[in-house]
C-alpha cells in the first residue's frame, strides 16, 4: 500500500512539474514577470485556461491533418496509438510540442481541442461488406470514438463492394445494397459538424456463384451511378456543412463520379471515386494534385498514418 501510494505521489509531482514547464514557456511568450503564473493551471477558469492554451497553439497556416485509416477490421480493444499524423507539407512551428501532450490527460484534451478547431483535418475510414453478405458494411467501432471528429472538414471513405450475381436482379440488388452503404455513411457523418468535402473510392467485387470474376462494363458503370444518383446523391449533399450551418443546396456544391473497369491481374470488378464537396470544382482540382491514394490496388506515394504504439494515447 505504501508503494503504491509513494508511486501515485510521484505521478502528481510529475504534473505539477510539467505544469510548471508549461507556465514557465508561458511568462517568457507573453513577456512577463517571472513565477506570475505560478498559480495551478487547472484552478484557472476554463475560458481563461482555454485563452491561455490558445497562445501556446500556434500556427501559422491551417495545418493539413489525416487520421489513421480505420480498416474495417479494426475492432478490438484496447488501441494505444497516434490518432493522427501531419501532412508533409505541415512545418516543424505548426506542429504541436509532444511535450505538452505530457502534461496531464486534460491539459492534453484541451490543447488537442483547440489544435483540432485550427486544422485542415481529413478522416480516412474504411467500409466493407463481404461476398457472405453483401446487405451489411462493416466498419471500426473507434472512428466514432475519436475526438476530433466534430472539426473534421473532409471525410475519404474507401469501400470495397463484394456481390454474388443474382440472374436478372443485379439492378435492384445494387439499390438495396447502395442503401445500406448511405447508413453505414450516415452513421459515420453523423458527429461531424463541419464537413465540407467527402470522398468515396469504391472498389466493385462481382462474382458469379461459382466464384469467376465478373467484369464491369463501362455499361454496368453507368447503370452503377444511376443508382448512386438516385439513391444516394441527395442524401450526401444533405450531410454537408459550413460553420456550423447545413448550407444545402448551394450554387457551387455538387457531386462528381470518376469510373474505371476493371483492373487487370486482380479480382477487382472495376471502380468508382465519388466527390461531394461544397465546392466540386475546387474539390476535384485538389484531388487530382494529391498524393494520397487507396491502399489495396491504387498506389501510395505518401502513406497515411498508420496505428503504432503511444504510451497514453489509448481513445
Known sequence: MAAKSKHKSSQEDYSLHRQSLLLRDLEVLLQLNPRALSSNLLAIPKKVREQILGHVVRCESR?????????????????????????????TTDRIQPGLLLINR???????????????????????????NNWHFDYSPHVLKLPMLKHVRN?????????????????????????????????????????????????FFWTYRSGKVYSLSMKDLFALEDVFKQHAEQRWLQMLHSNNTVTFPSHSAGVGYKLSSELKGTEQSGGMEIYIAQDLENATQSRRKSNLDFYGNYGISDPLPQPSYQHGAMI
Not at 67 to 89: K, N, Q
Not at 106 to 132: K, M
Open 106 to 132: 486534460q491539459i492534453r484534451n484541451e490543447l488537442l481541442e483547440i489544435y483540432f478547431r485550427r486544422s485542415n483535418l481529413t478522416l480516412h475510414a474504411e467500409l466493407r461488406n463481404t461476398r457472405e
Open 155 to 203: 471525410v475519404r471513405f474507401y469501400v470495397e463492394s463484394f456481390y454474388v450475381i443474382s440472374k436478372n436482379e443485379e439492378i435492384s440488388d445494387q439499390v438495396h445494397i447502395t442503401n445500406k452503404l448511405v447508413q453505414a455513411v450516415d452513421t459515420l457523418l453523423a458527429p461531424l459538424q463541419e464537413v465540407e468535402n467527402i470522398e468515396l473510392v469504391i472498389l
Open 63 to 91: 495545418p493539413e491533418l489525416h487520421t489513421c485509416l480505420w480498416g474495417a477490421d479494426m475492432v478490438h480493444e484496447p488501441w494505444r496509438h497516434d490518432i493522427f499524423g501531419y501532412a508533409p507539407s505541415v512545418p
